[in-house]
């Protein structure tokens, strides 16, 4: 387990402003330099820069894909994950992530939020929803607002660290 | 396709407030009397109180349940479908939905209106979330807020009934 | 529980054989009359024939579709329920079902049958796949063959309310 | 696509004889050393064993896991994929994996074999089952059975190769 890199997720949708592909590249290219892996879901758009930016700095990029072929990846993507469950896969793509990354407003990228949320795993939004529970005027204290690429990847570098230290710690002891 | 029971899917969280159950059981049992079957989660909360209305008012219910046993749904679903993927099921509650009825604010009911965006099933929201694309102060549209359990119901069955016009129409004509 | 209908599925592939079609339909019909809801893929072949026996029997059929729209099931299913996880949704099938009947030998149906015997889900084949354990000649035990549509739907209905009693009688006790 | 590494899928049972386990780590090993990626379930057994034979000649493992949480994973998976969908998974296992090599005679392993033949993804056995088509004396002729290790990654190596060939040939032409 020790040796395991990192597993970051990076969401957002096939559609996405030019600056919004532009943070998705550099976030990529920042966790492949910290050795985590960037999982998606190995599609176009936000999937695609992210998967862009961490291989060109030498990273590993899986791609879990809503259709039956391989060859729907993006040219990116090192090891692709064929699921063939359509939008069935954003489950999957969230719970094999330490921690996640959504960029944007698409639907498929709420979806990808609260599945998160629901299954608790730590999720940082860049320019993405807004949530607010019934009755409540506040924003859902459990989705972390970012403001850049860099404070993205530093949050979620720090959340998967302090999730790993208790495993260490039991390991020692055992 | 004509005879095919219309499926309306109610979702809601397993822990709810009183007023949110009642209003649950009264949506089952509207449904059940317009003879609608009603599809959920299979577990308990808004899920079984919906189960509860619809079976007591002699409706058919239909729970999409997350674990590997049919023994695990509640007591008045009358058509459990195992299937063993925990939280990934929620997909298959909402692609199975003609409309969608979602009641408080837990996060799997999140989900759940999140892939009904996706996939474009219409979706009525009671006492949920608020949901606000990026940089915007007005609440999604795509998300119809109701008041009571009289207004989703009302509004999920002309939905319904809309969406089938069409089907009606091209068989007509063939 | 106790007035819930037995779930019996009726698996086999979309090319069959007239004389596969035939028995499948008797399946269907005879499940109807006794009350049982037939489980199926709710695509053609096989999945129709045992749909259409069922229906035209005053039964329910419960269809789990492959694809993603409830449009692409057969014009006798009740109840589609719509995974849009192509032939992820076999398991469903099987794992919704008390008891299996497998007709003919399409590699799906094995794909079914191999699940039930994983899942510990009672299954007998009409007309179907030869299976052996390695260096072994004989038939594999768990796979009961056979010979036509009543004693599939004998055997099937027979190992059903046997599984259901030990749940009456624990219900009796409490 | 070109530098993409063969994903080459190794499944078999938890529970396993000492020469099956043998081969199993010695096939992790062999595909390794070719620089292919091996594919498995991500548990104990036949998985672990082929795990270990590709972690330890310096290859990558991606584990899909049945359960809920990455903790499950063998030591020696370096990428797990967490689908929470038990059993469910295998239809995973089998679509990313380019070819299957199947060893023992588990249930689950019967049903890769299925779900590989269904989806022509060529399939290599190693002393698991034998399949007939209803009223066959032969053997299906589509799950090809090999006698060790060696061979089982020969001939799983030379169909992704083959596979590969008019992909690289279509590019080269665009």
Redesign the interface.
Known sequence: ?KG??P?IGVVGGRDAEASLLAAAEDIGRELAERGA?VVCGGMGGIMEAAARGCVRAGG?V?G?LPT?S??DAN?H????????????R???VV??S?ALIAI?????T??E???A???NVPVFGL??????????AAAEPALTCVESAQEAVERAWQVVQANRLP?RRAKRQQ
Chains 1, 2, 3, 4 share one sequence.
Do not use: C, F, K
């Open positions: 387990m395991r890199p597993r892996i590993i899986v879990i039956e391989a060859a040219a993507v090192t090891i692709p994950v064929v699921t063939g469950m359509n939008e069935g954003n489950i999957i719970r094999t330490e944007g407003g698409s639907y498929g709420l979806s939020i609260a599945l949320l629901r299954l320019n993405t929803w807004g949530l607010r529970q019934p009755g409540s495993e």
